[in-house]
């Protein structure tokens, strides 16, 4: 979660500060401070000597999948009649969580459903 959440606010133009996705994310600060230390050293992310952070291309990667995930299982549940909330809330526990078989197979469904 942290990684999509820092490659949502690297679409905008300010620099990307712990307290930034602290505010995105309602996580403590000692929380956001501790997964940032363990997404530096795990490769997939950088900070800078302003305490700016950027995503590695390891971790744009797996922010990318992460994120696709989420956008296309937020809107197969809209498409379901979901209330768009619900859809945007479950998309977020769900994109963790499902194999990539099975979101390969629904991501391949809904290409074919979209190509008929």
Same mark, same amino acid.
């Given at each position: *979660?942290?990684?999509?959440?820092? #490659?949502?606010?690297?679409? !905008?133009?300010? /620099?990307?500060?712990? &307290?930034?996705?602290? %505010?995105? *994310? %309602? +996580?403590?600060? /000692?929380?956001?401070?501790?997964?940032?230390?363990?997404?530096?050293?795990? %490769?997939?992310?950088?900070?800078?000597?302003?305490? #700016?952070?950027? =995503?590695?291309?390891?971790?744009?990667?797996?922010? $990318?999948?992460?994120?696709?995930? #989420?956008?296309?299982?937020?809107? =197969?549940?809209?498409?379901?009649?979901?209330? /768009?909330?619900?859809?945007?809330?479950?998309?977020?526990? &769900?994109?963790?969580?499902?194999?990539?078989?099975? +979101?390969? *197979?629904? $991501? !391949? #469904?809904?290409?074919? !459903?979209?190509?008929?």
């Amino acid at each position: *979660m942290y990684l999509e959440t820092i #490659h949502i606010l690297s679409k !905008k133009d300010a /620099p990307i500060r712990s &307290i930034d996705i602290s %505010g995105k *994310m %309602g +996580f403590s600060k /000692p929380s956001v401070s501790r997964a940032v230390s363990n997404l530096k050293n795990e %490769g997939c992310i950088l900070i800078n000597e302003n305490g #700016h952070i950027s =995503l590695t291309d390891k971790g744009l990667a797996i922010a $990318k999948k992460i994120y696709e995930r #989420h956008e296309i299982l937020t809107d =197969l549940l809209i498409s379901l009649g979901i209330d /768009p909330q619900t859809a945007e809330d479950d998309a977020c526990r &769900i994109e963790h969580v499902i194999s990539d078989e099975s +979101f390969g *197979m629904i $991501k !391949k #469904h809904l290409k074919e !459903k979209t190509a008929s």
